[in-house]
């Protein structure tokens, strides 16, 4: 089955203690992208990939680090984690990019920073 | 990036047809119009996309208007597992990677 997958699915951490969450697609995608959901603010992105080796900022990318050495893989880490960055995080693919072609999201990682 | 307007909230009879309408009055040339939809504690579903011409698929059809400010999502036989947020989203071809969500409209279905 064509999917986006992050794991863990919930989780809480304590401030300053690194974390990464992984994500992976199966479906040969080009671009990868990270998002956070909050009440009132709705989505907004983090980072995003064009490719392997291809990264660059989105629209709230303070506090958060990302990497693309596979093009299947697309892990976001938190180098240093705080109680602002409680949020719901989701992971997005397209094949060639938003414009002509959808994202396909994973399920969402919910996490906690106390 | 140009920007959309929804109406906040919609209802729905289980079984009719549902039309979502979509402002977009500043699109350009290049801009595809998205829809994507959020069910209740799940990533956002992508629905459908179109550039100029009306576009149908198994779960929706798009209608655009000939000058291409507005558009319509339609949901041919609302379900109950339909109701969900429904996201209008402009997107450059080859531009920026990124959807900018709005706050899109809650579609309740009753039954």
């Known amino acids: 089955e064509a999917q986006v997958t992050q794991n863990p699915r919930y989780l809480i951490t304590v401030t300053g203690k690194k974390l990464t969450v992984t994500c992976s697609q199966n479906?040969?995608?080009?671009?990868m992208s990270w998002y956070r959901q909050d009440p009132g603010l709705g989505l907004r992105q983090i980072y995003y990939?064009?490719?392997?080796?291809?990264?660059d900022k989105g629209d709230v990318p303070e506090g958060y680090k990302v990497s693309r050495k596979e093009k299947r893989n697309f892990p976001l880490i938190l180098e240093s984690p705080s109680p602002n960055q409680t949020s719901l995080y989701f992971c997005?693919?397209?094949?060639?990019?938003?414009?002509?072609?959808?994202?396909?999201f994973g399920s969402g990682t919910r996490l906690t920073v106390v | 990036d140009a920007k959309t307007t929804q109406p906040n909230s919609m209802e729905s009879n289980e079984e009719e047809p549902v039309h979502l309408p979509c402002n977009h009055s500043t699109i350009s040339g290049t801009d595809y119009i998205h829809w994507y939809r959020q069910l209740p504690s799940q990533g956002p579903e992508y629905v459908i996309h179109g550039l100029t011409s009306n576009v149908n698929n198994r779960m929706a059809s798009l209608a655009i208007a000939e000058d291409r400010k507005s558009s319509t999502l339609i949901l041919h036989r609302a379900t109950l597992r339909d109701a969900a947020v429904y996201y209008c989203i402009l997107t450059v071809y080859f531009g920026n990677e990124k959807l900018t969500f709005g706050t899109g409209t809650r579609l309740t279905i009753i039954p």
């Open positions: 997005a693919s397209s094949l060639r990019g938003a414009g002509s072609y959808g994202y396909t």
């Open positions: 990939s064009m490719n392997v080796e291809a990264t």
């Open positions: 479906m040969n995608h080009e671009y």
